[in-house]
């Protein structure tokens, strides 16, 4: 039988999703979980991968058990599990779907703050820049659903198959007053670093250090600049992760942590 597990999980403690020799993954922590509870070895599939310190709102992996257990597992593996990790749906499906190949579509937010917060470190991107181009920075989002060759934005092309990407929505909101940013984007699929390298860009054309134009031509041009340099990893929230036979909400409302008083309303920016 297989399962879908419905997550979520805070990334500052680990490596990423995928577990690797020496290093502490999400992945790692939930096959020693399982395996331990189930008294089985499992092994799960994610749905994607994050990097170090990125952190998911919604993820989903599976795994294929032969005898069902008889007992509230969602419950026994939420209490052993660190408390920066929580599952909570566990969905049986028919068939063999995939958690990683049937994704349809797959959201991120990127935020950040602009002033020294200790309550949004971990949580958020410090970036403690005064008088970014909001505006500007708004119209090169807003480039990003008109291209789908993202190979400028990739650090080593080279390494995969193609860099096409389908991205559907890019937007960005600024809170009412104007300290925090929140970055959102969806797609069929990502490049490493792809979002973190996008907002690096963003930031770069806040600053005035390059022109809504100049972020146009390397989507254009497709050719891989010599210098990459992502935005910090904090920031990034896998957010939303749809299926065509699956499609429910995000049980964080990390928004309304990050929004830490009621007075703060994220306010989409005009495109002038």
């Not at 920075?137 to 390494?159: E, G, I, T, W």
Request: aromatic share 12%; hydrophobic share 40%.
């Amino acid at each position: 039988m297989r399962y879908f597990f419905h997550i979520g999980y805070h990334g500052t403690q680990y490596s990423g999703w995928q577990k690797h020799a020496g290093v502490v993954s999400v992945q790692a922590v939930f096959e020693t979980a399982l395996s331990q509870i189930l008294k089985t070895p499992i092994t799960v599939n994610g749905c994607g991968r994050t990097d170090a310190q990125v952190h998911a709102s919604q993820f989903f992996f599976h795994i294929d058990v032969v005898t069902e257990w008889d007992f509230d597992l969602l419950f026994r593996l939420n209490k052993i599990l660190p408390d920066d990790i929580a599952v909570f749906d566990i969905i049986p499906m028919q068939g063999l779907p995939h958690a990683r190949f049937d994704a349809v579509q797959r959201s991120y937010d990127y935020f950040i703050h602009t002033y020294k917060d200790p309550f949004l470190s971990a949580f958020s991107a410090l970036y403690p820049e005064t008088n970014l181009h909001i505006d500007e920075m708004k119209k090169a989002a807003a480039l990003l659903p008109l291209y789908n060759d993202y190979r400028a934005f990739c650090k080593m092309p080279d390494r995969i198959d193609h860099t096409i990407c389908n991205v559907s929505s890019a937007s960005l909101a600024v809170s009412t007053n104007g300290d925090r940013l929140r970055f959102n984007i969806s797609a069929n699929r990502f490049l490493s670093k792809m979002i973190r390298i996008i907002i690096g860009r963003l930031l770069e054309i806040g600053r005035g250090e390059m022109s809504v134009d100049e972020f146009e031509s390397h989507l254009i041009s497709k050719h891989t600049p010599q210098i990459i340099i992502p935005a910090y990893p904090q920031g990034l929230y896998l957010s939303k992760v749809t299926y065509p036979y699956l499609d429910i909400p995000a049980k964080p409302t990390f928004t309304g942590l990050l929004q830490k008083d009621e007075s703060v309303v994220w306010q989409p920016l005009s495109h002038q």
